[in-house]
């Protein structure tokens, strides 16, 4: 059974960072490519970031790109999102998927919520 626990979210200000994190359990996850994606207030679901199985390559929305970073630890079977300079914008619940950009496999979600 696959199971995606993230955890990191919370009240940040603009400018400031955070750190998501995802525990894969229940599939192979070095064999997966793995993927954030968000969902602001009133809005629907929108890929955030993903990055290949081996972590060869990553790829990033537009309105995140220099300021988010994906990353994995095949070793813990855990995912990351690095996330700095915040803005009100990012606002959201942050969902950790299995698979691409277009997978609806996917955890519970963690809030991020950037304001003063």
């Known amino acids: 059974q696959v199971r995606l626990v993230e955890s990191g979210g919370g009240l940040v200000q603009p400018g400031g960072s955070l750190r998501l994190s995802c525990a894969a359990s229940g599939f192979t996850f070095s064999q997966n490519t793995m993927s954030w994606a968000r969902q602001a207030p009133g809005k629907g679901v929108e890929w955030v970031a993903s990055i290949w199985r081996d972590g060869s390559r990553t790829v990033y929305t537009d309105s995140v790109k220099g300021r988010f970073t994906i990353s994995r630890d095949t070793a813990k079977n855990t995912l990351y999102l690095q996330m700095n300079s915040l803005t009100s914008e990012d606002t959201a619940v942050y969902y950790c998927?299995?698979?691409?950009?277009?997978?609806?496999?996917r955890g519970q979600g963690t809030q991020v919520t950037v304001s003063s």
């Open positions: 998927v299995k698979g691409d950009r277009y997978s609806p496999v």
